[in-house]
């Protein structure tokens, strides 16, 4: 590996590629300013995952750290068989790991579920190849509440898919984990705010 991955965070991981994603999380996403979240809570700082997702070095990391993270709590690739969530936090984040899985020779599909169902044409609320008795994983960038990955939950279950977890970039624990965990399904985040050297607000 070049030397961008050669740095780790010092007490963080042994990951070189989780660890210098983290580094750009850092640098990109997290702006230190007051802001009322989803939640309506204020925090000192927003994760504007965006900035990451859509970066040319930070996004092709988020496919194959998320891609690891998956296998590491039991989701290797043969187990889903594609990946997405609400557009458009997730979107991103599906298109780069669907990308991650094919330079790995894996075969996985991607989705997006719109917030509504189209009103002409198809008709669909959730787009790309068929997610009927697919086993998917939902995805988003970053959760304050879980309240866009259940959205894209019932939308994917309406559709007749089987939804194996929920997996997001970054966790703010901020209560999606336990609201998305007492709705019955298993939540798994690839950082944490220790990772990213930011306090619980």
Do not use: C
Request: charged share 25%; net charge negative; no cysteine.
């Amino acid at each position: 590996m070049g030397s961008a991955f050669a740095d780790t965070i010092e007490g963080m991981t042994n990951d070189p590629r989780k660890a210098r994603l983290a580094e750009l999380v850092k640098k990109l996403a997290v702006i230190h300013q007051k802001v009322t979240l989803a939640s309506g809570k204020e925090s000192d700082f927003y994760v504007d995952m965006r900035r990451a997702t859509l970066h040319h070095e930070a996004a092709p990391l988020i496919g194959h750290v998320m891609l690891d993270m998956l296998e590491d709590n039991g989701f290797a690739p043969d187990d889903f068989d594609a990946v997405g969530g609400l557009t458009m936090g997730a979107d991103p984040v599906a298109t780069a790991i669907l990308h991650a899985a094919a330079s790995r020779g894996l075969e996985v599909d991607a989705f997006v579920v719109r917030k509504e169902a189209k009103d002409h044409g198809m008709k669909r609320q959730v787009e790309g190849p068929d997610v009927k008795g697919k086993r998917v994983i939902v995805l988003e960038d970053t959760s304050t509440t879980g309240g866009s990955p259940l959205q894209a939950v019932e939308a994917l279950e309406a559709a007749g898919a089987t939804v194996l977890a929920v997996a997001v970039i970054v966790d703010r624990d901020t209560g999606a984990q336990q609201r998305i965990e007492e709705a019955g399904y298993k939540y798994l985040h690839a950082l944490g705010l220790e990772d990213l050297g930011l306090d619980k607000q």
